[in-house]
């Protein structure tokens, strides 16, 4: 056996037991290789170190203690679940509103087309009638024709042909 597996199987036996077959082999290596007698007495006094021989008792009334504080994490338990729930509907509802205000500046916007000279008067409440009535009140039927044909061109939509 070679110091690199033989290595490998003391770090196992230190954990689990080992076969008897491993365990032979081991100590077989062991008896003849310096180095990893070397080894194995630091790492059982490295284990020493971190496995303490004496292990505390815990302190009076601690299972006691640790029973009523289980029990009063249970008690508590329904108001947490609401509350995580709470927090994952306000999670939600910011989701939605995001995607919303997304959907809504990703939405084509509808060409606003311009109003007709007749529609602005109406809008702003006055006749649209009343540049044809002035004219209407010229004197001479030839300035008249001539007025209502300059007045119909005038307006872009054609609305007074």
């Given at each position: 056996?070679?110091?690199?597996?033989?290595?490998?199987?003391?770090?196992?036996?230190?954990?689990?037991a080992?076969?008897?077959?491993?365990?032979?082999?081991?100590?077989?290596?062991?008896?003849?290789?310096?180095?990893?007698?070397?080894?194995?007495?630091?790492?059982?006094?490295?284990?020493?170190?971190l496995?303490?021989?004496?292990?505390?008792?815990?302190?009076?009334?601690?299972?006691?203690?640790?029973?009523?504080?289980?029990?009063?994490?249970?008690?508590?338990?329904?108001?947490?679940?609401?509350l995580?729930w709470?927090h994952?509907?306000?999670?939600?509802?910011?989701?939605?509103?995001?995607?919303?205000?997304?959907?809504?500046?990703?939405?084509?916007?509808?060409?606003?087309?311009?109003?007709?000279?007749?529609?602005?008067?109406?809008?702003?409440?006055?006749?649209?009638?009343?540049?044809?009535?002035?004219?209407?009140?010229?004197?001479?039927?030839?300035?008249?024709?001539?007025m209502?044909?300059?007045?119909?061109?005038?307006?872009?939509?054609?609305?007074?042909r």
């Open positions: 056996m070679d110091c690199k597996k033989a290595e490998r199987f003391l770090l196992r036996s230190y954990d689990t080992l076969e008897p077959e491993e365990k032979k082999r081991l100590q077989g290596h062991l008896e003849g290789c310096p180095s990893c007698r070397r080894k194995d007495r630091e790492y059982r006094e490295i284990l020493g170190h496995r303490p021989d004496f292990i505390p008792e815990p302190l009076p009334y601690f299972r006691e203690r640790l029973l009523a504080r289980i029990r009063e994490k249970d008690k508590a338990a329904p108001a947490l679940f609401g995580k709470a994952r509907a306000v999670l939600f509802f910011l989701a939605v509103q995001i995607l919303f205000g997304v959907g809504l500046l990703l939405t084509p916007r509808e060409k606003t087309r311009e109003l007709s000279r007749a529609e602005r008067l109406f809008l702003q409440n006055e006749n649209p009638l009343t540049e044809t009535a002035s004219l209407l009140n010229q004197q001479r039927a030839e300035d008249k024709n001539m209502l044909i300059f007045a119909s061109l005038d307006d872009r939509n054609g609305g007074r």
